[in-house]
């Protein structure tokens, strides 16, 4: 295209996807609307960009988290006007809090029809700057490729949520040009500066036993955590993953830090002794929600926070720096984590402990686990240092709902792997829609179902507020009941077999038969 | 409470039901999170609150709608924080578009949680700007009474939407007052002046032939209608209802508008002969979308279009003022319709024609109708000129899902009337979640699934931007195939009844069925 130096004419949605794939972003998540339909007329033209359509929005932003996760690149979203982009947002929350990579094109009304206030205008701008970390119009045709380049290069560095707005008319009008798409050249991410690196490492050095680390995107992948496990081995320093964990590495031979925990007083205690807590790609750690008479901050008073190194910047190599800062062999053996009480495989009746156990046990080398399980889970990332290795994500904006998305592109980043989602009923219940997508492009992921007819979570937080007995209202708000939802039936509406287990036996056995085959398949696990 | 002058002792959260039920807004449609416990906890203590859980926001503030369109008065929401009211703004921008008042109640972080920037912190006030008509956050314990009912009295002076954000803190935060809940007194609607009255009747007279009206609000109900054809038949002005119409009332013996066209070219064509155009509670009729060549208007060049009466004013009370302007009896007998071309009762192949032209034939007296059929029902509404008394609701702001949530809420606000749901396949998917709450309250709904398997709208958009072959990428963004939904499967799994009919004999047969009973029910037409 114009590389000759000959002015070639094209328009301005041949522009987006021509710069889009040109840097590499050949993954578009759709839900499209009819102000969008010049740009997938242009998708149309270019085989090489991969659509796949999102029966609702939230499908499509959770589903860009996830591949965007797992390859470190962003894909596109396509979504249709303020109300698309609005139906989106809770999982651009997700990914923005994740620090994830996306490009959103939102298409709006041609420019000269919004005086008009049609049906569907709506201030898009206004609704996208929460979740986004950088918005911008599009102008006219040819300032097209210009700003989807600027929105690839806004998605990455540092990553993070880029929106664009794509009037109709910027995207059918005609323009010329004789510049090929722009290739964007990113900057690689730069260490801390070695004051800071030395600063660290004096802290540490000055307080044995009493340093914590937060360690956060690179620092979180297995390469990161074995050398944050040497320096942990030789100063004593606890290591901790988020509260709500983007994306780590974990299993067998890994170091693998404790999760800061979601309950207010868990979290509190453990973190009672720390001096020191030093932050790798990580905010602050504080309390999820705010509780009468109860801290904000997880922190105890008089603990230093000092950041190591930011979002953005190069994890792993300032983690090195500050290893050879305090003088540890960059082979020095990492400690073999100790075996876990072998509990025997569970039998009898289905607790969510139990399908965490089993999960633990049986988890692929390889795999992906996906958790949104919500309260019902919680036991499985401890065992989960001792399964076979797997790349570990889950919701991380607290914004629910994101477990089947998530999954679902997950899977798209990575097809020869195997998918393991862990979800709770009642989020399951946002973007249930997801699995059609699973569905339609034969996904490798098995989603389990932990049914307890409630949310859980709610409960529990209605005794944290002092409510004992639950009335009517309250039960009606809370419970997933009257009727129960019948997930297998609803799987199947969507194109995913299923099968309910109301045993461990029965549901280990299912596991090991999704985990036997490919494609879709969900498990019932209906709890007591 | 504090009616003695004794001042008692209450929390923020129980200021706020006891407010809303002051003013008769005992219906909340709920979908809460950690936040809203404390308010939670004080619905609990008040059974005289209806709450009615939805397993996404769509559902609720969809809902809401159905059930203020019905009978005129907001019902509450509740929502849990950014994310929450994220989820909910397509229903709320419909919700805006018809005009309806809601009562959003947005739960967020306690107040001095927000400097930490935990996980679910937005920007909630800039997300609820562009759907919400009167947006305002709740200072302190003792500012929830006074939010909740200026809230209440910007949700119906004019209608529209009314956000207030309830912070933790002031929710579960005590005080002392000696004032009871404040009762808002609202004027009643006043008709327009007298000027613009005459004003308008000179038009009429002085353009015979040459006038048309659009009909909304109480202008497009029965007794409004009625006013309307008396004006229409002596002075030969054509009626329309909006292009989206958010409620009329149809069917034998009443006046039937014609509904303006979606498409571009057929809504031209029926304003080409308009000289004058008269407003009565509707904005002046523009095309949906912008086309590449097309006016935006849709009046002709030198129409003069005129504003009679604007939303919130008394729209009935006006058309009653020109009729007498203009020297029309009130009792003046209306012209009788004409008898519809008897066509026969559809056999054979169905088709979306024929379930349009069934469903029209079997309408019972004093049903809702809801329509969300998107292309695939547009006969129902000239057809339902001749069907049995009934209410039409739709969609009205272009976000499309909300058929079932709509309809959902309509058959709360009515629970003796029966509610026929037309709804597409592609925009069922949205909020198919709202099936769950039809279940659960056994709501008596008929939803129609016109199962066509497409995007059937934007197919046809493809071909309005010239695209005669669609591709593989288009394909696979336009079509609801591979696999096809299995929407008896869906509806089952929400507890709801289904069937599905593939003939026009089984489709009658099964309609018939579904309205000699009571409690929610799905047919899957499957279309060819």
Same sequence: chains 1, 2.
């Avoid at 102000?35 to 270019?46: G, N, W, Y």
């Avoid at 109860?294 to 290893?323: I, Y």
């Avoid at 607290?398 to 792997?417: F, K, M, N, Q």
Wanted: charged share 20%; hydrophobic share 45%.
């Amino acid at each position: 295209m114009g590389e000759g130096g000959q002015p070639i004419r094209t328009t301005g949605a041949d522009m987006l996807v021509d710069t889009l794939l040109a840097n590499g972003v050949d993954v578009c998540f759709a839900n499209p609307g009819t102000s969008e339909m010049h740009f997938v007329a242009a998708l149309d033209r270019k085989p090489e960009m991969r659509c796949i359509l999102g029966l609702s929005e939230g499908v499509v932003t959770g589903a860009a988290d996830g591949y965007a996760r797992m390859t470190g690149r962003p894909a596109a979203t396509l979504l249709h006007t303020g109300p698309g982009l609005a139906n989106s947002l809770a999982n651009l929350h997700n990914a923005r809090r994740a620090r994830t990579p996306v490009i959103n094109v939102v298409g709006d009304h041609a420019s000269y029809h919004l005086a008009l206030d049609a049906p569907l205008t709506s201030d898009i701008e206004c609704l996208a700057r929460p979740m986004s970390n950088w918005v911008r119009r599009v102008k006219d045709p040819a300032d097209v490729g210009p700003t989807a380049a600027d929105a690839y290069r806004a998605s990455l560095a540092p990553p993070g949520v880029a929106t664009m707005i794509l009037p109709a008319d910027a995207s059918w009008g005609a323009f010329s040009t004789d510049a090929p798409p722009q290739k964007v050249l990113l900057e690689a991410p730069r260490p801390a500066s070695a004051e800071t690196v030395r600063k660290v490492a004096g802290l540490i050095r000055a307080n044995p036993a009493g340093v914590a680390m937060v360690l956060s995107g690179a620092a979180a992948k297995a390469d990161g955590l074995a050398v944050a496990g040497r320096i942990a081995a030789v100063h004593n320093v606890q290591l901790f993953n988020e509260v709500l964990v983007a994306h780590t590495q974990r299993g067998r031979g890994r170091v693998a830090p404790r999760r800061i925990p979601y309950p207010i007083d868990m979290a509190l205690d453990m973190l009672s002794d720390v001096k020191v807590l030093i932050l790798v790609g990580a905010p602050e750690p504080v309390a999820f929600f705010a509780y009468p008479g109860k801290p904000g901050r997880l922190v105890p008073e008089g603990c230093a926070v000092v950041t190591l190194a930011r979002h953005g910047e190069d994890l792993k190599a300032t983690l090195e720096a500050l290893r050879d800062e305090l003088g540890i062999s960059a082979t020095l053996p990492l400690p073999a984590t100790g075996a876990p009480t072998d509990e025997g495989e569970p039998s009898g009746t289905l607790t969510e402990d139990a399908v965490a156990v089993i999960v633990a046990r049986k988890v692929p080398e390889n795999a992906i686990v996906c958790d949104e399980a919500a309260t019902s889970a919680r036991r499985f990332f401890a065992l989960s240092a001792f399964s076979a290795p797997h790349d570990f994500i889950m919701q991380t904006g607290g914004a629910i709902g994101e477990g089947i998305p998530l999954s679902t592109g997950a899977a798209i980043a990575c097809p020869e792997r195997k998918v393991i989602c862990l979800q709770a009923d009642g989020c399951a219940m946002y973007n249930i829609q997801g699995l059609w997508t699973q569905a339609r492009e034969n996904l490798d992921i098995v989603t389990i179902i932990f049914s307890n007819r409630t949310y859980a979570i709610l409960h529990a937080e209605m005794r944290n507020v002092g409510v004992e007995e639950i009335g009517t209202n309250a039960r009606r708000m809370l419970n997933l009941d009257q009727p129960a939802l019948d997930w297998v039936s609803l799987a199947r509406g969507f194109g995913v077999e299923a099968a309910v287990a109301t045993s461990c036996e029965a549901f280990a056995a299912l596991f090991d038969a999704a985990l036997s085959r490919r494609g879709p398949f969900l498990i019932e696990a209906r709890l007591v």
